[in-house]
């Protein structure tokens, strides 16, 4: 059961690295598609484009997942403490007005409801 509580928790830290790549290619200006043939070492366009769909669809799982999660505690613990990472476990545990043991079983149960919810996707 660790191991899976590890998998999901490095998902959600990937998933804050591909909201970051987002943002980025957002941010590029948008490419020229062209009409005339070109040969096989073009501009990248297609797999730039392509790789922001597969993003984004990756994205919109994970999303999915979070706020299918009504538990305010457990969004918390997920969003504010593994994803954004802003604040440390002594400041969670303060938040939540909970000790570290109950914190860290608290975020195993979140990790575990969110791992139920991707899976079913």
């Known amino acids: 059961m660790r191991q899976d509580i590890k998998k999901i928790r490095n998902l959600l830290k990937e998933y804050a690295k591909l909201k970051q790549e987002i943002r980025t290619f957002n941010q590029v200006?948008?490419?020229?598609?062209?009409?005339?043939?070109s040969?096989?070492?073009?501009?990248?366009?297609?797999?730039?484009?392509?790789?922001?769909?597969?993003?984004?669809?990756?994205?919109?799982?994970?999303?999915?997942a979070l706020n299918a999660i009504h538990d305010p505690q457990y969004q918390f613990i997920l969003h504010d403490y593994i994803i954004e990472k802003r604040f440390t476990r002594s400041e969670a545990c303060e938040?939540?007005?909970?000790?570290?043991?109950?914190?860290?079983?608290?975020?195993?149960?979140?990790?575990?409801?969110?791992?139920?919810?991707?899976?079913?996707?």
């Open 39 to 64: 040969h096989s070492c073009g501009n990248g366009v297609e797999t730039s484009l392509i790789n922001y769909v597969d993003l984004s669809c990756q994205l919109k799982e994970v999303d999915d």
């Open 95 to 121: 938040r939540l007005s909970v000790s570290v043991s109950k914190f860290n079983y608290m975020k195993n149960c979140a990790l575990k409801k969110f791992k139920v919810l991707y899976c079913k996707q």
């Open 29 to 37: 200006s948008s490419p020229v598609l062209s009409v005339a043939p």
